[in-house]
């Protein structure tokens, strides 16, 4: 598997990629965000930037082959549900303040619907979602009342991966 993984990796940029990495080279080594987005697995994907930035050390979505290996992971339909959901926590974190507030929830929508939805339609969404989520009243979602909301939904599991 980490073969093919390493295979798909040197594959975005051969010329940036050795193809035998040493230990240090797995995390020094890094494909610019740019290149991990025009992934067949990616490409159509709306929040492409943030899964990007999610997994990336760096926080700008450059990925070394350890990044994209933990995202292939994460990704995997056998990771456990519990890393699925921090992780989807952490793309939907715009701000990565640590919560998602109604500033992330705008992005979110504007980031899923692009201009389907009417500004108004996006501000009633979003405080809808804090509404029905927000158990202890501060008018955002903890990693906790992330995970009840997620958790409630019978298809997250289903649909929050990639095949490689």
Do not use: W
Request: aromatic share 10%.
């Amino acid at each position: 598997m980490t073969i093919s993984v390493h295979k798909r990796f040197r594959e975005l940029r051969p010329d940036l990629v050795p193809r035998q990495m040493t230990e240090g080279q797995a995390s020094s080594v890094k494909v610019p965000r740019e290149c991990i987005e025009k992934m067949p697995e990616l490409r159509e994907n709306p929040f492409r930037r943030r899964i990007c930035e999610a997994f990336s050390r760096d926080g700008l979505g450059n990925l070394s082959f350890e990044d994209f290996l933990d995202a292939l992971s994460v990704f995997s339909e056998q990771a456990p549900r519990d890393i699925k959901v921090f992780y989807a926590f952490k793309i939907y974190d715009f701000d990565q303040d640590g919560f998602i507030g109604h500033a992330d929830l705008m992005s979110c929508l504007t980031t899923m619907t692009k201009n389907e939805l009417s500004p108004e339609e996006h501000q009633q969404i979003a405080d809808k979602v804090i509404e029905e989520a927000d158990v202890d009243g501060d008018g955002k979602l903890s990693i906790l009342e992330f995970e009840h909301v997620i958790l409630r939904a019978p298809d997250f599991l289903s649909t929050f991966h990639i095949r490689i």
